[in-house]
């Protein structure tokens, strides 16, 4: 995390970490959501995990 990191690249850094906390135990759930707020807006994401 960088502090002048635009939306895209913040909610990038965001996923991978979600993926591999998700990836490292199967009973974290499979996925999850991201909630990107700016001073515009919020943006609601949906990030999908395995499914094994």
Partial sequence: Y???????????????????SVDRDCLSGWGGYVLLVTPTEV??????GRMD
């Fill in 2 to 20: 960088k502090p002048s990191m635009e939306p895209e690249e913040l909610f990038e850094t965001i996923s991978q970490a979600l993926q591999a």
């Fill in 43 to 48: 943006q609601e994401r949906v990030i999908k």
